[in-house]
């Protein structure tokens, strides 16, 4: 578990890129902890995946941005 302030922690991004999964950095002012940041997986986007955070009705016509997008063109 590594300590940063909480201005260094807003000035250098690459604190979060570089932590390892599942290591965690506090994050404190004036001394005392406000937050910690854990790094975790993220989840690899499948079309499965895709499917169940769509909105609208699975059970209807699909959408074909292709066809929309030739339909632009005309």
């Keep these: 578990m590594k300590t940063v302030s ?3 922690f807003y000035a250098d991004t690459a604190l979060v890129d570089d932590l390892s999964q599942g ?3 506090v994050v404190t002012s ?3 902890a406000k937050f910690v940041v854990t ?3 993220r989840p690899r986007m499948t079309r499965e995946l895709a499917e169940q955070r769509s ?3 699975a059970s209807g016509p ?3 941005s292709l ?3 030739q339909s632009l063109k005309k």
Aim: hydrophobic share 35%.
């Design 6 to 8: 909480a201005a260094k």
């Design 39 to 41: 790094k975790g997986n």
């Design 30 to 32: 004036r001394g005392k």
């Design 67 to 69: 066809k929309v997008i």
């Design 62 to 64: 699909k959408f074909d």
């Design 23 to 25: 290591d965690k950095l």
């Design 55 to 57: 909105v609208g009705d």
